[in-house]
């Protein structure tokens, strides 16, 4: 695992969680192992259906640090007007390559697509976006799986910068299958042991809930609604969210106002987004060692 001694601050003088370093350090350091046991053939498969613009930014920068990190990758692509059986026929086809090791389904699928059937097509060994009930089940039931890519990605930057976590108290702010609740679990794991709280949409008195955190980690996709007074000086603050704006990408996090108070704070973007790719990376890495690979 990668650490980071020499972090870079903020003016306000907070430790600056460097997603992108973190991210290249990852993709390096996962390139070096598939190198030193001769290069074998790992392979990424990507499903992108449909023109939506960000998703297709997504999936070619999947593949750019997937070829990085000296992985094979595999993009299958479908027009908006691709049918329900026509996804899960281009799915079940990755699932039954045994040349294929870990399968991303870009979400959200165009409208009139049902994802739960495509994505309960993926075996947990092939499922590294760790986003199929069974994937979750095995966190939730703390048996091997992967897990999901922004949630673990929050939990290489708390452990790569050395933030403590152990009788901390986190307060994650958003309950999604696909970030919050998962992360509520990572952070409150054995051996992680943080004191969490999830708070979401109905939570009374959110500034005072989140005040009391010492590890902040905002999910809600609602631009700079953390502000100065949610954080307790010296707490570590993680921004999740991604709104966008006729200024660009911001955050959930007020980051000028918050990175005078904060202890370390995530860039937006720059932090939590480059983390959830090198996550994926090193799931499909983990994804062909269960299915053989020597690695
Ligand atoms: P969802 O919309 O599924 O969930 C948002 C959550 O935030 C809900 O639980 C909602 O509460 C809660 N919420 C909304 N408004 C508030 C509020 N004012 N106060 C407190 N809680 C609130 O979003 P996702 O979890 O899928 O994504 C969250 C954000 O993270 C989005 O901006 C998304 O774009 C971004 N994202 C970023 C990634 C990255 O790599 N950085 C990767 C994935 C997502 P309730 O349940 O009550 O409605």
Redesign the pocket.
């Known amino acids: 695992m990668a650490t980071i001694s020499d972090p870079e601050r903020t003016a306000g003088g907070a430790i600056l969680l460097d997603g992108n370093r973190l991210r290249d350090e990852t993709v390096a350091s996962i390139a070096s192992r598939i190198m030193s046991v001769g290069s074998p053939a790992i392979c990424l498969a990507t499903v992108l259906v449909g023109s939506d613009g960000p998703s297709g930014v997504y999936v070619r920068m999947k593949h750019r640090k997937a070829t990085e990190a000296g992985m094979v990758s595999r993009g299958v692509e479908l027009p908006d007007s691709a049918t329900q059986a026509e996804v899960e026929q281009a799915v079940a086809a990755l699932v039954d390559d045994p040349t294929v090791h870990g399968i991303l389904v870009q979400l959200p699928l165009p409208g009139h697509l049902d994802p739960e059937p495509v994505l309960a097509l993926l075996p947990p060994a092939k499922d590294v976006d760790g986003l199929t009930d069974r994937s979750l089940g095995r966190l939730v039931r703390d048996l091997p799986g992967h897990v999901p890519c922004?949630p673990l990605?929050v939990m290489r930057l708390i452990e790569a910068y050395g933030i403590p976590t152990a009788g901390r108290r986190a307060v994650v702010?958003?309950?999604?299958t696909?970030?919050?609740l998962p992360q509520v679990l990572l952070l409150g794991r054995r051996g992680v042991d943080a004191t969490v709280t999830l708070?979401?949409?109905?939570?009374a008195d959110?500034i005072d809930v989140c005040r009391t955190a010492d590890i902040i980690v905002a999910?809600?996709?609602?631009a700079r609604?953390i502000g100065v007074d949610h954080v307790k000086p010296g707490a570590t603050v993680i921004d999740?969210?991604?709104?966008r704006s006729e200024q660009g990408i911001v955050g959930d996090v007020d980051f000028d106002a918050v990175q005078a108070v904060a202890g370390a704070i995530t860039p937006m973007p720059g932090g939590?987004?480059p983390m959830?790719i090198a996550c994926l990376l090193e799931n499909t890495l983990a994804a062909a060692a269960m299915q053989g690979v020597a690695i």
């Open positions: 922004t990605g702010v958003g309950r999604s696909l970030v919050g708070a979401h949409s109905r939570t959110l999910a809600a996709g609602q609604m999740v969210g991604v709104s939590t987004g959830t």
